[in-house]
């Protein structure tokens, strides 16, 4: 069964260490957990990204449900069977890809900003490509145009085929760019759709987190942190924007959690670059989610403990040295530059899969160091 235990609290900030337990295992937070978008962290099998030091993985309703659909995953066993991934699993609630198709793909823009945005989507406004009503999202297949909806009981139903340890209820995740007005109505529904996600969950084995929306807006974050926190879910997540450095990430997830119950486990969703580590901890996060080890590794980007090296570029093809000479991980044992500088160079497969499978050992890496700060009253 699903439990948390927290094994120590930190005297300088919101930190905390501890043991989230599922059916399929134990991880220690704070963690970092990979992105399996399709049932797979992309280039890598489920054996190399668990000797990578992974021990949770989040996969993607959205797209297991587009792609293969739900059904074949159950009947292969769920995704721990399909992937054969005999460790704690998350599915998200596929709001942020379905929302993503709306105002994300209007305004080009994710919800990682850069600068203060005009906020140009006011209340009322509805995306082009899709629909949003009280009971879910309207809106087409990108594979085949066929009209589509998702809306927290379908969501529910396709997350429990799924059959993750942790599930997420449905959310709408709002764009960067809405107003105040639009965000306290969309934060309205949302919190209806939560309700509904609680009232029609079937399967006891599987934790459901809440999620607490609000983006910039301090009070929103309370509020709704307020109303998501007094549910019966077994933990929560925080979504949605955080602000413009990484500061206000602190601050925001500070804020959120000095009023979520302290007993159960925080997931901050989609965010998690190895300089946010720290903050994320001192703000209080458990767990967190982010593309970035594998988005960056197949464009040559390594992360090491000296910054982040762009093994493609030319003057990697003569240095003998591994990736990182700080980093444990097989790949730095046994490969130098020069060689994985040649892969990525002649688009050769494995150089992603060598760049992958160091930058997730990288991540996990971190995430211990930390866990051992915390332990050692340094954080
Ligand atoms: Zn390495």
Request: with cysteine; charged share 25%; glycine share 10%.
């Amino acid at each position: 069964m699903f439990s948390f235990k927290i094994l120590k609290r930190s005297k300088l900030s919101r930190a905390r260490l501890g043991v989230i337990s599922t059916p399929h295992g134990e991880i220690e937070t704070p963690a970092f957990i990979p992105v399996a978008t399709r049932a797979t962290v992309r280039t890598l099998e489920s054996r190399e990204v668990r000797d990578a030091g992974s021990r949770m993985l989040i996969c993607n309703t959205y797209h297991l449900h587009m792609m293969p659909g739900e059904q074949i995953v159950q009947k292969a066993g769920g995704i721990h069977g399909f992937m054969q991934w005999d460790a704690p699993l998350m599915t998200d609630s596929g709001g942020f890809q379905v929302f993503s198709l709306g105002f994300g793909s209007d305004h080009g823009m994710g919800k990682i900003l850069k600068e203060e945005p005009e906020r140009t989507i006011v209340q009322g406004t509805q995306p082009s490509s899709v629909k949003i009503t009280d009971d879910g999202v309207h809106f087409r297949s990108p594979v085949d145009g066929s009209p589509l909806f998702l809306g927290p009981k379908e969501s529910v139903r396709i997350q429990e085929k799924l059959g993750a340890d942790i599930i997420f209820a449905f959310d709408e995740c709002p764009s960067p760019l809405a107003d105040e007005a639009y965000m306290r109505t969309s934060l309205e529904r949302t919190h209806r759709w939560e309700t509904t996600c609680l009232n029609v969950r079937k399967r006891s084995d599987q934790a459901m987190y809440g999620i607490v929306q609000g983006g910039t807006f301090p009070h929103l974050r309370i509020e709704s942190a307020n109303i998501i926190g007094a549910l019966p879910f077994e933990g929560f997540g925080v979504g949605g924007e955080f602000g413009y450095d990484k500061r206000s990430l602190r601050r925001m997830l500070g804020i959120v959690n000095d009023v979520l119950p302290e007993s159960k486990p925080r997931h901050v969703l989609g965010v998690g670059h190895p300089e946010d580590f720290s903050y994320i901890a001192e703000g209080g996060g458990d767990t967190f989610d982010c593309i970035a080890p594998t988005h960056y590794a197949r464009r040559g980007v390594v992360f090491t403990s000296t910054g982040r090296l762009e093994i493609k570029k030319r003057r990697y093809l003569t240095d003998q040295k591994p990736l990182d000479h700080a980093c444990a991980c097989d790949v730095c044992k046994t490969y130098s530059r020069s060689y994985i500088c040649h892969l990525m160079r002649a688009h050769e497969l494995t150089g992603m899969k060598l760049t992958s499978y160091h930058n997730i050992h990288f991540f996990n890496a971190r995430a211990a160091l930390i866990r051992h700060r915390i332990a050692n009253d340094e954080l």
